[in-house]
């Protein structure tokens, strides 16, 4: 079964309303998780990494005003759209990794959010 | 230069053909490397991680070559269940995130 549960997986919001992403890690605590982004055809882009109980780390070119992220417990990050465009439409998939593995390799995926934004 | 660069494909063949993925990486210091499965409109699935010395698993073989900084996968007597988009990811160190290539399609017909 999912390790990483992600809701909602389908979202349709107007066009200057703000949609919030849930990412849950169901049987570990993930004290860091991971947000893409993936448009059609292309790669999945880090947006940001999550940090529990402080600030997020934003990639280079990803406004942090505009997706919001909050990681306030060691089970839940999420990703808040504010403000939405349809230029924001994608698919948004977040990660993240059981610490207590020792390889600490293994990544697990949420099952993704498609949002569109009309 | 992009991070992970792969050949986006399409790679069309038909069952039974042996079919291979290339992949290269900019950073030398990368110490993790995989390959992933992508089905349309879905969240990617671990097929298996990429080792120095090279690994196989069933009909699927992954090789890395560190000096060159390119990873393969071999996929043997294809299936239609195959079809889908590959992705070649590549990780700096544990506990930072994975750098996805952009995806190699297959296709695989009867």
């Known amino acids: 079964g999912a390790v990483v549960s992600q809701h909602p997986s389908r979202v349709i919001c107007k066009s200057g309303t703000s949609v919030k992403i849930e990412c849950r890690s169901l049987?570990?605590?993930?004290?860091?998780m991971f947000w893409y982004r993936q448009f059609p055809k292309q790669s999945l882009m880090l947006m940001a990494t999550?940090?529990?109980?402080?600030?997020?780390?934003?990639e280079q070119g990803v406004e942090k005003d505009k997706f919001l992220i909050n990681h306030a417990s060691l089970t839940l990050s999420t990703l808040t759209v504010t403000s939405a465009h349809p230029e924001d439409s994608s698919f948004y998939i977040c990660?993240?990794?059981?610490?207590?593995?020792?390889?600490?390799?293994?990544?697990?995926f949420g099952e993704g959010s498609w949002l569109t934004v009309v | 230069r992009k991070e992970v660069e792969q050949d986006p494909g399409p790679f069309n063949v038909p069952e039974g053909a042996t079919v291979a993925f290339n992949c290269t990486y900019s950073?030398?210091?990368?110490?993790?490397f995989f390959w992933y499965r992508q089905d349309c409109r879905k969240e990617p699935k671990l097929l298996m991680s990429?080792?120095?010395s090279g690994n196989e698993d069933g009909r699927f073989t992954a090789q890395l070559n560190r000096a060159s900084q390119y990873i393969s996968l071999l996929i043997r007597d294809s299936k239609l269940s195959d079809s889908a988009t590959y992705l070649c990811?590549?990780?700096?160190?544990?506990?930072?995130?994975?750098?996805f290539g952009k995806g190699t399609t297959l296709s695989v017909s009867s």
């Open positions: 999550s940090n529990e109980g402080s600030k997020a780390t934003y």
């Open positions: 990811v590549v990780g700096s160190q544990a506990g930072t995130a994975l750098i």
């Open positions: 950073n030398s210091a990368s110490q993790s």
């Open positions: 049987d570990f605590q993930a004290t860091t």
């Open positions: 990660s993240a990794r059981d610490p207590t593995e020792s390889s600490g390799n293994t990544i697990y």
């Open positions: 990429v080792y120095s």
